[in-house]
């Protein structure tokens, strides 16, 4: 268990519809990271936050958007669903803003757009 | 562009042999590398990193790395290969963006360990 979790582990909904999807990092850890992983595309850096504010951008639609809480939990959401949308989107959380730091990952939320 | 290249999707190998993943980075500056593993339905987990001294890293589950800066590699190395390590292996280097940082991931390799 890496301590990093993510809530829902499965979300099947419609296109052009709007999810969210929540994750807790590891305890004391300040930075969290969004991925996307697709059969296609192979795992995208998304976006970094460190302690409520955001730090780097990746990937990222304009359809998509990301926020960090004073608790430090994280949430992406993701409008206008496509099709190409559904894949795995896991968090990671690394205990600050050091590039030596490794990150640890939750077990993904696996979004299916129908 | 800053990158890291996996170039085998996959590599068998039978219990007992040693195994080989390779990658390869491009980055402007030193380089902060990283190994991790997937297992099915499962996230990923860190294996092991190269920030700078010794160019033999050992990391978890009997795992090692060796970094190459004049060949610009970081390849996983295991002397003994178990069935268990069948798996999708990611080298990962991590760059600086806009005030942060981020982690760009090879494409992985899938391990294949027959027994």
């Known amino acids: 268990d890496s301590g990093v979790t993510q809530t829902p582990k499965h979300l099947i909904t419609a296109t052009g519809q709007r999810v969210t999807l929540r994750c807790s990092p590891r305890?004391?850890?300040?930075?969290v990271y969004w991925y996307q992983q697709s059969l296609d595309q192979g795992l995208q850096f998304l976006i970094q936050?460190?302690?409520?504010?955001?730090?780097a951008k990746g990937n990222i639609l304009e359809r998509f958007s990301a926020q960090q809480f004073p608790d430090l939990h994280s949430e992406l959401n993701l409008s206008s669903l496509e099709l190409g949308d559904s894949a795995l989107y896991f968090c990671?959380?690394?205990?600050?803003?050091?590039?030596?730091?490794?990150?640890?990952f939750g077990q993904g939320t696996r979004l299916t757009v129908v | 562009a800053q990158s890291v290249a996996q170039p085998e999707d996959q590599v068998n190998v039978a219990e007992g042999n040693p195994l080989t993943v390779k990658c390869t980075y491009s980055?402007?500056?030193?380089?902060?590398l990283f190994w991790y593993v997937q297992y099915p339905n499962r996230g990923l987990q860190f294996l092991l990193k190269y920030i700078t001294g010794d160019n033999l890293v050992k990391g978890s589950y009997g795992f090692e790395a060796e970094f190459n800066k004049s060949q610009t590699s970081f390849h996983l190395k295991k002397p003994s290969a178990l069935v268990s390590d069948s798996a999708l292996y990611f080298c990962a280097v991590r760059v600086t963006n806009t005030g942060g940082f981020k982690t760009i991931f090879g494409a992985g390799t899938r391990l294949f360990v027959k027994a």
């Open positions: 305890s004391g850890d300040l930075s």
């Open positions: 936050y460190y302690n409520g504010e955001e730090r």
């Open positions: 990671a959380s690394s205990g600050g803003g050091s590039m030596n730091t490794e990150a640890f």
């Open positions: 980055v402007s500056g030193n380089p902060y």
